[in-house]
């Protein structure tokens, strides 16, 4: 088993930034990447971004580029989105994930989710 907890949601004006922690725990040795989805109300859960264990490679959704960071601190089986320039439509509830697979973009890959968070950019 892996648990996931995550923290960091709030609610922020539109340009501000936020950053989500979500700490990995149990059998991390099983994780091939861990991902971040996010979902707003009434839509479907979507890929955001993910970083692979190792921390070797990082894939990003092209709604985020350039404006979302995704990193780890190894040391503490962390994984960090750093989410710059918000908008309005960045508002969801976030979930944190962890897979044992390659396909980092694909949702039902991730065995493991967090609890979500929830990040509110006001316009």
């Known amino acids: 088993q892996v648990q996931l907890v995550e923290s960091g949601g709030g609610l922020v004006q539109a340009g501000a930034s936020l950053r989500l922690s979500c700490a990995a725990s149990?059998?991390?040795?099983?994780?091939?990447?861990m991902g971040w989805f996010r979902q707003a109300p009434g839509k479907e859960r979507e890929f955001v971004t993910a970083?692979?264990?190792?921390?070797?490679?990082?894939y990003y959704a092209d709604s985020v580029k350039g404006r979302f960071t995704i990193s780890k601190d190894n040391a503490k089986n962390t994984v960090y989105l750093q989410m710059n320039s918000l908008k309005p439509e960045d508002t969801a509830v976030y979930y944190c994930?962890?897979?044992?697979?390659?396909?980092?973009?694909?949702?039902?890959?991730?065995?493991?989710w967090g609890q979500g968070t929830q990040v509110t950019v006001s316009s």
């Open positions: 970083i692979t264990w190792s921390g070797d490679s990082t």
């Open positions: 149990g059998r991390t040795f099983s994780i091939y990447a």
């Open positions: 994930a962890a897979n044992g697979g390659i396909r980092v973009r694909v949702h039902h890959e991730y065995g493991y």
